[in-house]
């Protein structure tokens, strides 16, 4: 891929990105959440139809124009994403031959059905009866189905994001055992998108960063006899991060308060499997003026922890207290919450955070209409004038407050998710992921922002999977693993490497 | 020129229909050699399409959040038998059992509204439900009879015309209705002088507002529009109770709808049930009341029916349902929710309105009229997504 540049509404995805992999090659594709690796993924397997990217693709030395997923798997690319593309309730072998089923006029024969299915299954080591429906199957071994369904597409490079992030320890061995049989007995390469990068070093024959968007750079890794390998983690690490982490985070130099918020024991089921703890026994105090940030993995129940505080909007069985000012606040319901001055600004903008098909204006004022409605009427003009106040104050970029949401980039839809909750005149405001998907620019004015409602004394928790992100923004940084607290540090002196440590070491 | 094109084409959701349906209008009027403008034409048309109107009104709401009630048909059958029981065997007194006829509705409403809200049924199956059940039990305490005659107040309703305390106004051969007239001339100097408002607070927000000139020939077009309404029923028997009821119902709701809290929530849970949940929207308790106040409505439709047939018939309500769903979607409401307007609902049920009616006068036959609603519902869907995903790629 030569020089490959994507723009979306607002934000350059990428900018003059290349990448090239070797035949025979298991070639790892890192960078933080949002660097561009699966933008680039997309343009690779035709999900981004030739014509709307800038540059070339060259596969076995011949030109692409993929304009379908169809074209591109034709070719011999085949995509794995993140969240599998199985049908639940299909068999194995259904689903193995989706789209593409041994049939002859139309009839499926179900005997070459399952003998290829077999075939298929033994090159990935997948010991099952082809008849089982995959939702029977551990999240594991559904991965060896999808990767015995590119086989059967005669996959030469296989593009696998993020696959062992699901994955326990033994079952991420064996996918990525499977990967170097494939590459030393089929000769087929694969692109590796992951974060897990032991991973990466382990098994990669070259390592290329990306970060903001664009190729940082491409490096071979030398594998000697005992194992060793040329690149370690902490070369990796630097690529990624690169930038000094000072220069993106604005300063914050208020006093801090007294302990404003508190979470005592808070202790959460999983509501889709009823016998395991989601979160246990968090203890968690945030101060006034004070930016906490709660680091972890995603799935270690930060999103969880959050989402059960504000009025249980997760969560069964929970247990524990809420303290506000050191007495104990009712927060069961949302309009609790709200009422008691908590607000939290969700992970996912477009599923929870904003109603696309509404303009900015309903968007900003829909948490508390009390506030600018008389007798359930709301005041028109109230209304505009708090729209248009949070607009000049935030920075957001919209043509006027009638504006569609859904209209607007990334970073402006965080400023009205933020103005939403703003108005609702929190004291205890949490930020799950709140820059995530925005470009820098917007990233430093959110920064900016938080700082800002921080210095007029609100609590702010903070979660995010990126790690300067969490160091540069939080006075104390609480440590999430697997549903518990692990650790808790102070944002001065906080490392990447100290929390990840606390996040492994559980 | 150009400049109107492209206001037509940005506002091609909202003009639409009320441009097909004076269009439909004025062929029909060409078409029967001016019969269907009539006076006693254009009040039959009210009078007709009266409880599909009030029923749309209320379905709209449902079709906000995504879904629709099956069971509005079925419950004006059964609220109509129970009036039937209630005023002819039982001769009670008409407004006692018109109230008694409310609250049972609003019963009716809370207890599929329970299923929905609080169990989680799907409305759609939670209304089939009640579709059948209430359609069942109409036929149960009917008997299989029909109840009739209806005493004198309650027939008043559907037959009945606002009085005139001036006593009328004659010129020439033609006796005008003066009150009538006046409240026809009051709600269209209401009119202007909202529109003439709401346009000074656009351009203090500057806010994209309609060119001085079309914006101008939009009001005084509305405004000749009403004055013509009103000149024709103030020369036959005046403005009829029914309208004036489903007037007030329109106002009402639309008022509901677009200025208030309530409304504010239905809108924002049919656009994301979830970001209303998180932004502290009670969405059950938004959807309990939202069918409780269906069923209310279905009662309201289901006496100004009976009162209109002066009978009611085990069969009564059949198929209104679809109607006023068929409103719904024709007056440009979103099947994914979250997008539709009262008087878009209204406007799109008289529309169909209108085609019965003139269809019937040209002596087209009630089969192929069932035909061609069905082609104008689903070519004003599919018009609707075209236009939406032609604008959707042009930004």
Redesign the interface.
Known sequence: MKHITKTFPGVKALDDVSLDVNECEIHALVGENGAGKSTLMKVLSGVYPYGTYDGDIYFQGKRCTFSSIRQSEQAGIVIIHQELALSPYLSIAENMFIGDERAKFNVINWDRTREDALKYMERVGLRENPNLPVNKLGVGKQQMVEIAKALAKNAKLLILDEPTSALNQKDSEHLLEILKELRDKSNISSVLISHKLNEVASVADSITILRDGKTIETLQVERAKDGSVSIGEERIIKGMVGREITDMFPKRNNPIGDVLFEIKDWTVLNPDNPERKKLDGVNIAVRSGEVVGLAGLVGAGRTELAMSV??R?YGKSITGQTLIEGAAVDIST??K??SHGVA?V?EDRK????????NVK?NT??????KI?NM???N??DE?KVA?DFCKRLNTKTP???QMTG?LSGGNQQKVVLS?WLFTDPRVLILDEPTRGIDVGAKHEIYTIINSLAAQGMACILISSEMPEIIGMSDRIYVMSEGRITAELSGKTATQEEIMRNILNN | MSGLIAILKKNVRQYMMVIALAVAMISFGLLTDGIFFRPVNLTNLVLQNSYVLILAVGMLLCTLTGNVDLSVGSIVCFIGALCGVMMVDLQWNPYVAMLVALLVGALIGMWQGFWIAFVNVPPFIATLAGMLVFRGLGQVIMKGQTKAPFPREFQLISSGYIPDPFGGFAVGKLNFHVFTLLIGLLIVALITFSEIKKRK?QKE????ILPAGVWLGKVIFIATVLVAFTVVFAVYKGFPNILILLGILVIAYQFVAS????G??I??LG??R?????????VRWVMFWIYTNMAILAAVAAMVFTARLNSATPKAGQNFEMDAIAACYVGGSAVSG??GTIIGAVVGGLFIGVLNNGMSIIGISTDWQQAIKGFVLLAAVAFDLYSKSRSSKV?
Do not use: C, W
């Open positions: 504000f009025g909007a949302i309009p919450a709200i939290y969700p599923e929870l955070g904003l109603v696309m098909i509404q309903e004022t829909i948490a508390k209409l009390k409605s359930a009427v709301i028109e003009h505009n248009e006027t407050i009638l209209n939403k | 607070k927000y500057d806010f994209d200025k208030t809290v309530q504010r929530h809108y924002a656009g994301n979830k970001a209303a949940e998180l932004s502290g929207v009670k979250g997008v930004s």
